[in-house]
């Protein structure tokens, strides 16, 4: 059973940063391609970042130079580094995990989510 748990949400003013944190179940991130998705009220889920086995990313881009996805291995722990916030990015962010399709940003390729978390931009 694969469990995905975000943190690291919360409200931030305008040109602020925050960094989220995807926590897994066994050893999701040697097996599995992973990606950050968020998801505005009356919008539909947006592929922002997805990564690698190899760490090799791809952005979407409006986040593109902005944000960062990372992983850590050893802690089963996937990142969203998210630099110079700004009101558009209001969101529920959620990450994702599937052994199929390799740097994928769309959400139907993606069997596995994490409950979100919440960042707000003001």
């Known amino acids: 059973h694969v469990q995905l748990v975000e943190s690291g949400g919360g409200s931030v003013q305008a040109g602020g940063s925050l960094r989220l944190s995807c926590a897994s179940s066994?050893?999701?991130?040697?097996?599995?391609?992973m990606a950050w998705f968020r998801q505005a009220p009356g919008k539909e889920r947006e592929g922002i970042a997805s990564?690698?086995?190899?760490?090799?990313?791809k952005y979407a881009d409006s986040v593109k130079d902005r944000f960062t996805i990372s992983k850590d291995n050893a802690k089963n722990t996937l990142y969203l580094q998210m630099n110079s916030l700004e009101p558009e990015d209001t969101a529920k962010y959620y990450c994702?995990?599937?052994?199929?399709?390799?740097?994928?940003?769309?959400?139907?390729?993606?069997?596995?989510w994490g409950q979100g978390t919440q960042v707000t931009v003001s």
């Open positions: 066994g050893h999701l991130y040697k097996n599995y391609f």
């Open positions: 994702a995990a599937d052994p199929r399709w390799c740097l994928s940003l769309n959400p139907f390729d993606y069997n596995y």
């Open positions: 990564i690698d086995y190899d760490g090799r990313s």
